[in-house]
T-cell receptor
Framework: LAKTTQPISMDSYEGQEVNITCSHN???????ITWYQQFPSQGPRFIIQ???TKVTNEVASLFIPADRKSSTLSLPRVSLSDTAVYYC?????????FGPGTRLSVLP | DSGVTQTPKHLITATGQRVTLRCSPR?????VYWYQQSLDQGLQFLIQ???????AKGNILERFSAQQFPDLHSELNLSSLELGDSALYFC?????????????FGSGTQLSVL
């Protein structure tokens, strides 16, 4: 079963834009890419979802190139409260396999 | 609040014992998913049910079993518990199944096996 890969950790400063990239090989034609945010001792929370090109909502943007082998979550102007683990999820058919997650630390 | 309810929040038990974790999905959601999260392995997908039927199976041990009842709540049964089963167990729900589903997670059950 193909897996997603993400950077283990990232550091940023308040007010900066943060981009987190996820690689997802062998993704199926109909699979969507979904990103979740998780704070300590809480369940993951949906952030954004896309299939191709670019999707934007009130908290983030998601960029997916034409080959769909990767995706990039973009968080504009992060704050301390954005410190969390971010997971990339590719719906491989019937299995909902999360990537290892990227631990984002936002520094003052 | 995601609308997904998990009970109990904490569970402490001994090796060899059996426990049951309970999950109530969001109103209207037909799919329930179970995940295990431990420090060294991240979020591991265990199993998915849709409207009472098993839909997908992940890395679920034979000692573990689950079911979804007619009222759509789900239970995860863990038996012959080992120290390594200590983890945070999450339940999630979604409207349907398949591609593009958005999962809504509960706050989890912290299982400690002593």
């Amino acid at each position: 079963l193909a897996k997603t890969t993400q950077p283990i950790s990232m550091d940023s400063y308040e007010g900066q834009e943060v981009n987190i990239t996820c690689s997802h090989n062998n993704i199926a034609t109909n699979d969507y890419i979904t990103w979740y945010q998780q704070f300590p001792s809480q369940g993951p929370r949906f952030i954004i979802q896309g299939y191709k090109t670019k999707v934007t909502n009130e908290v983030a943007s998601l960029f997916i190139p034409a080959d769909r082998k990767s995706s990039t979550l973009s968080l504009p102007r992060v704050s301390l409260s954005d410190t969390a683990v971010y997971y990339c999820l590719a719906n491989y058919g019937q299995n909902f396999v999360f990537g290892p997650g990227t631990r984002l630390s936002v520094l003052p | 609040d995601s609308g997904v309810t998990q009970t109990p929040k904490h569970l402490i038990t001994a090796t060899g014992q059996r426990v049951t974790l309970r999950c109530s999905p969001r109103s209207g959601d037909l799919s329930v998913y179970w995940y295990q999260q431990s420090l060294d392995q991240g979020l591991q997908f265990l199993i998915q049910y849709y409207n009472g039927e098993e839909r997908a199976k992940g890395n679920i041990l034979e000692r573990f079993s689950a079911q979804q009842f007619p009222d759509l709540h789900s239970e995860l049964n863990l038996s012959s518990l080992e120290l390594g089963d200590s983890a945070l167990y999450f339940c999630a729900s979604s409207e349907g199944y398949g591609f593009g589903e958005k999962l809504f997670f509960g706050s989890g059950t912290q299982l400690s096996v002593l």
